[in-house]
């Protein structure tokens, strides 16, 4: 049976599985580092879209919580393009929006998951402009108050070269991880992102290079939906024999 296209990442997550041991390690580099300075609040930004920006911070923060046994947030502040409620299937009630415009206590904009240590702050009801609410003061202010109740705060930001959200946050926060799609993001094009971070000024701690067909397990690629569904069209319209089986392999 194929699995629900509208499923929670927690329904994914498999503790056991080689792509946590990556995500382990990624997390043990930032935790474990020899900065002076405490790394709890860590963005991850990329330069541009689809980088997988927001599928490694949710990957991050689950073990964060789960292997890490850190009390853990992630955050999404994209609020152009939010993808977290939908990644963790949660129900929007308020978010960072509602904080930010409407004064909400963060603790009532807040989504609490069936991980007893992982919590979410959604961006928020449906934002028309984007620009007007992003503030990135408030944020900063936000997210040191945070603290206070977390150990490890993961950030989802919108991309560097579009739009100047993460560019604004980069001082607001410990640290940033640069998220790469590797084999598709030119080379240009990430020394750019990494110029408009100013690592002079602001904590990047490095890059994470992001495989979109191999790193994570087949049914969490997109592709294999679409391969489910090529390959049923392909019985029902009687085609010739499975070759879009074959194509839909490759992408594993
Ligand atoms: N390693 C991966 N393997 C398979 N699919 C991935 C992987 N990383 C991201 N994706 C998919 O690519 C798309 C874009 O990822 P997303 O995390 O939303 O990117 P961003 O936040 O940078 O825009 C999503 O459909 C996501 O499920
Ligand atoms: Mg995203």
Redesign the pocket.
């Known amino acids: 049976m194929s699995p629900k296209k509208h499923s929670s990442i927690l329904d994914f997550y498999d503790i056991e599985a080689p792509y946590v041991t990556e995500f382990r390690r990624l997390l043990h580099a930032v935790t474990n580092n020899e900065s002076s300075t405490e790394l709890k609040t860590i963005m991850l930004t990329?330069a541009m879209?689809?980088?997988?920006?927001?599928?490694?911070c949710s990957f991050m923060a689950i073990t964060a919580a789960l292997k890490k046994g850190l009390k853990t947030l992630l955050i999404d502040t994209d609020l152009r393009?939010p993808?977290i409620h939908k990644i963790f299937q949660l129900e929007v009630k308020a978010g960072l929006k509602e904080i930010l415009v409407e004064g909400y206590n963060p603790r009532d904009a807040i989504s609490t998951t069936s991980i007893d240590k992982l919590d979410v702050l959604t961006a928020g009801g449906y934002c028309e402009h984007p620009s007007a609410v992003f503030d990135a003061e408030a944020m900063g202010t936000l997210f040191e108050e945070l603290k206070f109740y977390y150990d490890f705060i993961v950030i989802?930001a919108a991309?560097l070269l579009p739009v100047s959200d993460p560019m604004l946050l980069a001082s607001k926060v410990d640290g940033i991880i640069l998220?790469v799609k590797a084999g598709a993001t030119q080379k240009e094009v990430v020394r750019r992102a990494v110029e408009i971070l100013n690592p002079k000024q602001n904590n990047l701690l490095g890059v994470t290079f992001?495989?979109?067909?191999h790193?994570?397990p087949y049914y969490?690629?997109?592709g294999y939906y679409q391969y489910e569904y090529k390959n049923n069209r392909a019985k029902t319209d009687k085609k010739p024999k499975q070759t879009k089986v074959k194509q839909g392999r490759k992408i594993r």
């Open positions: 990329s879209l689809s980088e997988g920006k927001s599928t490694v393009r993808t989802d991309p998220v992001n495989n979109m067909n790193s994570l969490y690629d997109y």
